[in-house]
């Protein structure tokens, strides 16, 4: 009977762990950036991707400040980032 329940006790802690895992998993995949190239998980403050070096931030040209390659405008000090586009 007490080794039956030290099995049911472990088995529960396993399945906890597998699930907060697979959760921490999920939240990460939900709040993470993706390489646009490659598509490996990259942090908001990666420059480059750390596999295959695809360029995901810039200086902006007019303050020298890091900005998101898809990002229009700067938002440090408004200057257009890219040109001849429209909307
Ligand atoms: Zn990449
Ligand atoms: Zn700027």
Redesign the pocket.
Same mark, same amino acid.
Request: glycine share 8%; aromatic share 8%; net charge negative.
């Given at each position: 009977m007490t080794l039956l329940f030290l099995v049911a006790i472990i088995l529960i802690i396993y399945y906890l762990f597998i699930y907060k895992e697979a959760y921490k998993n999920i939240f990460g995949q939900i709040n993470g950036k993706k390489c646009p190239n490659c598509g490996n998980p990259i942090e908001s403050n990666y420059n480059v991707c750390p596999v295959c070096k695809e360029t995901l931030r810039k200086k902006?040209?007019?303050?020298?400040?890091m @900005?998101d390659i898809n990002w229009k405008y700067?938002p440090?000090?408004? @200057?257009q980032l890219r040109k001849g586009e429209n909307g």
């Open positions: 902006c040209p007019d303050c020298g400040k @900005v700067c440090y000090c408004e @200057v």
